[in-house]
């Protein structure tokens, strides 16, 4: 019953509708760059553009929308999507820049046996045309689906 709801929940799917079409949309970009399609990013992050931002400022959006932009539950994901767009342009950019930096020192000790399981993701966040480009593509989905 609960999942069912779930399922009909027009807000969210909405937001996963935003999320989803960021996600095809990095594996467009990456295509026209490289001639390759690469179906992992469907699940990346980092690129162009943000689908962490797409997926919170739909949710807003749709809120606003659907409860009145002066409602507390948009509120609560205005806010929301600050700390998200915040984060990705920040703190998990610098932690990208951070896990670079680091593969190229492990590249370079190679040849003194220091290696990682696994190369450090450094493609984490997002610069901040990356994340308007993800902000506009949330809304526009929103406003598109409710109007």
Do not use: C
């Not at 690469?38 to 689908?51: E, F, N, T, V």
């Not at 797409?54 to 606003?64: E, I, K, M, N, Y």
């Not at 003194?112 to 399981?117: A, D, G, T």
């Not at 450094?122 to 809304?139: D, S, Y």
């Amino acid at each position: 019953m609960e999942f069912e709801q779930i399922l009909k929940n027009e807000i969210l799917g909405v937001s996963i509708l935003a999320w989803f079409i960021a996600q095809v949309i990095k594996i467009v970009i990456e295509f026209m760059k490289v001639k390759k399609v690469d179906l992992g990013l469907i699940m990346s992050s980092g690129g162009m553009p943000s689908s962490h931002t797409s997926f919170v400022t739909s949710l807003a959006t749709s809120v606003g929308i659907s409860e009145g932009f002066n409602s507390t539950i948009f509120a609560m994901s205005f806010v929301l999507a600050g700390v998200v767009m915040y984060d990705a342009t920040n703190v998990r950019l610098e932690a990208g820049k951070q896990a670079k930096v680091i593969n190229d020192l492990l590249d370079n000790l190679k040849d003194h046996e220091v290696k990682l399981e696994e190369k450090l993701e450094e493609l984490l966040g997002h610069t901040p045309i990356q994340v308007f480009a993800g902000l506009i593509l949330g809304i526009t989905v929103s406003i598109g689906h409710f109007y």
